[in-house]
């Protein structure tokens, strides 16, 4: 009955916590995207506009495809780089040992 | 000072008739794209709706880039396209000569 404390092995708890930040992450980044796709198509008059939004949703879709990388062994930089994009707080990874917390916020100061 | 009447050959009147007949058919297509995308972010919900117009947007671009093709050697199937997907009538080709009339009506029903 023992926890994992490690930075690389990750608890049950962790586990828990981590897939409600990344999906409570993908909820705010993808609502943001909807808002901001509405706002341009209110705003579009010609083509060059919508081809402009196309660019957009093409270079978005490719990010988050990659972007939301759940295994065990690319979490610390998934988060990394939610948090210096601003979609998470480190305060809401709170009851992830400190070593891993530690290597999330160095990381998404690069 | 010799009209050209041939099928293959376009005349300087030939010319103009197809440029604004493309003009129109373009614009046509165009706005009911936008329309249509206007549309279906006005009834998005989720995710997976917004991926579906990225869809439609990546199909229609590929589509218009390679339609709307102003080659003389071409133009006879460029109208004939148009005509099939009703972006144009027989009727606003009125000008050009009989025999690429024939050719362009022929093609659309293919």
Redesign the interface.
């Given at each position: 009955m023992s926890t994992t404390i490690n930075t690389t092995g990750w608890s049950h708890t962790e586990i828990e916590i981590s897939q409600k930040v990344l999906k409570k992450a993908y909820q705010r980044e993808?609502e943001t995207?909807?808002a901001q796709?509405?706002n341009q198509?209110e705003d579009?008059s010609d083509?060059e506009q919508?081809?402009q939004?196309?660019d957009l949703?093409?270079a978005k879709?490719y990010d988050l495809d990659g972007k939301y990388d759940t295994r065990e062994g690319m979490l610390v930089f998934t988060f990394a780089q939610l948090l210096k994009e601003g979609w998470i707080s480190l305060e809401e990874l709170t009851g992830l040992d400190s070593a891993k917390l530690g290597k999330i916020s160095s990381l998404s100061k690069m």
């Open positions: 993808t995207l909807m796709v509405r198509i579009m083509m919508l081809w939004i196309h949703l093409s879709r």
